[in-house]
């Protein structure tokens, strides 16, 4: 049986984010990563640092089919960093473990100044795994090769991201054909068309209003190339027959 498609999640966690102290950087470089490698983006969260809502996130997320997380922020060591007991919760018995490989990477950086809060960043849930974090050796970590929890500093984590697509995703990628149009039409006018999508192809429509009428922009996409092509035929026929204006490639 052919293993199906990995879909790839974002959690953003951040209060500054949301009260606009900072802004999102993550969304658009996994957006793009992902897109360079073949590779589907089936959502982003932006949520707040509540141990509460984290954990059902990280919960949430796991429950999805083929689901491959990348989780963005709180494990530091500050009382505010509640990702790393967040993921314990959703993922494994709720329970912290030192992480000896990580204290020792801890100590060799800091010293003295390892303990007596540092140290606490190498309390893991179990079973976990670092992910190298090539600016100040503080690692990230990872769970069942699926879970991936590094700092909300992009500098540390878009390289973490980037190792582990290139580790445990590359060449994974399935290629996504996709056709586009934009007719000089509603787009309730492809409604019994797009309902009549067959499996594997992904219909949709993006409405434009503009002073001289409205557009409808057209977008099939399929992993099978002929089927995209063969669906998206369709619409070419529809639009002749009706007489309707359109113009392929166009957004």
């Known amino acids: 049986m052919k293993k199906q498609r990995e879909v790839f999640y974002a959690l953003i966690i951040g209060t500054e984010i949301l009260n606009g102290r900072r802004e999102d950087k993550h969304f658009k470089f996994l957006r793009d990563i992902l897109k360079e490698n073949n590779l589907k983006f089936g959502g982003s969260f932006i949520i707040d640092d509540t141990p509460e809502i984290i954990a059902s996130t990280i919960g949430y997320i796991s429950t999805l089919p083929n689901s491959v997380l990348f989780s963005f922020g709180g494990i530091g060591s500050t009382p505010d960093d509640y990702t790393r007991l ?37 309390k893991l849930p179990q079973g976990a795994k670092l992910l190298p974090n090539v600016v100040n050796k503080m690692p990230g970590f990872s769970l069942d090769d699926r879970f991936f929890f590094m700092p909300g500093f992009p500098e540390m984590s878009h390289p973490m991201v980037e190792y582990v697509i290139n580790r445990y995703f590359k060449d994974k990628g399935q290629k996504e054909y996709r056709y586009t149009l934009t007719a000089h039409c509603r787009e309730n006018e492809f409604i019994e068309l797009m309902s009549q999508a067959p499996e594997g192809v992904e219909v949709s429509s993006l409405p434009k209003i503009y002073s001289d009428g409205s557009r409808a922009t057209i977008s099939v996409a399929s992993l099978d190339k002929q089927k995209a092509k063969d669906e998206f035929e369709k619409y070419i026929k529809y639009l002749d027959s009706k007489k309707i204006q359109y113009g392929i490639g166009e957004e």
């Open 86 to 122: 967040a993921a314990s919760k959703a993922l494994r018995d709720g329970k912290l473990y030192a992480n000896q490989e990580f204290e020792k990477l801890i100590i060799e950086r800091l010293g003295d100044r390892a303990y007596p809060h540092p140290i606490n960043m190498a």
